[in-house]
């Protein structure tokens, strides 16, 4: 079965961007001209989904907004003849039908995407997280639902990263089987250097089948009290085959303030029309 719908949990308070976070979402900061969530729910379209579900909670209004029709911006914009901003506008309101559902209790990323049961009923969908913003050729999403096509499976986005960081993340146990392809025999969420089973850490990327919403119906909270996606995935390995993708690409670590200036840099360095003067400035910055 084609994956054509895909889940945004987005109810985080953005505990982390505080001030910032107070009033607007987390999933709104600009990077550069576009809010961070835009990317990710881009690059979900250019992996073909057609329907995107946010998670939302209590101040997300902005981000409803965005994904909207705005009569009258796009009104003052065509009476000031800004044709090609009228058009970036538009076209934000018309690439992917969006609903929303909102998550009233801050449960954990677990009980998030089991808000999401009733509207993707018993088909397989793909799960994204808008603190990851991946640069890469092909679409992140488009390489797991490559793996997905092949298996027939769970996929989880998977990326290398050192050990001493490996407490930040949920990390697997895993056989590799093809090229950058692999088949998940454990999962630990967020374990000490020692106690890890490898340095491959789960990234904000999954293709799940629906057979993972009995399963977090049931399951008991874990780490921080919350319910927990990782443990839930973990059951669903012992009835069938969960596989792994070690995606291509950049990621940014947009979650955190030092990976958001990262990915600010990295990105403004990419576009054309910052590339010569803003690289300049940054050199005289670092010479300085």
Do not use: W
């Amino acid at each position: 079965m084609k994956v054509t719908k895909a889940v945004f949990p987005v109810a985080g308070l953005g505990t982390r961007f505080l001030p910032a976070t107070k009033a607007s979402p987390k999933e709104m900061l600009p990077l550069i001209d576009k809010p961070l969530v835009q990317y990710v729910v881009e690059e979900a379209v250019a992996a073909g989904i057609e329907q995107i579900l946010f998670v939302t909670g209590r101040g997300k209004r902005a981000l409803e907004d965005h994904f909207d029709i705005a009569f009258e911006l796009e009104a003052l914009l065509y009476d000031k003849g800004k044709d090609q901003e009228l058009s970036q506008i538009r076209e934000i309101a018309e690439m992917v039908n969006i609903f929303y559902v909102r998550q009233k209790q801050a449960m954990g990323l677990g009980h998030a995407i089991l808000c999401a049961r009733e509207f993707v009923g018993d088909e397989p969908f793909a799960v994204l997280l808008g603190d990851d913003i991946i640069d890469s050729d092909r679409p992140c999403l488009g390489q797991l639902l490559d793996v997905y096509r092949k298996y027939r499976g769970t996929v989880l986005a998977l990326e290398q990263v050192p050990m001493e960081s490996i407490s930040s993340y949920g990390c697997v146990r895993a056989n590799q089987i093809a090229d950058r392809t692999y088949e998940v025999t454990d999962m630990v969420e967020k374990p000490k250097a020692e106690d890890a089973p490898s340095d491959l850490a789960i990234i904000g990327r999954y293709v799940l089948t629906p057979d993972i919403f009995p399963i977090l119906a049931c399951q008991e909270p874990g780490k921080g009290g919350e319910i927990q996606l990782t443990d839930a995935i973990k059951k669903l390995s012992t009835e069938e085959a969960v596989y792994g993708c070690r995606f291509e690409g950049v990621r940014h670590d947009c979650g955190d303030k030092l990976g958001f200036l990262k990915a600010t840099v990295d990105m403004a360095l990419k576009r054309e029309e910052f590339h010569g003067e803003f690289r300049e400035f940054l050199r005289k910055r670092i010479c300085s």
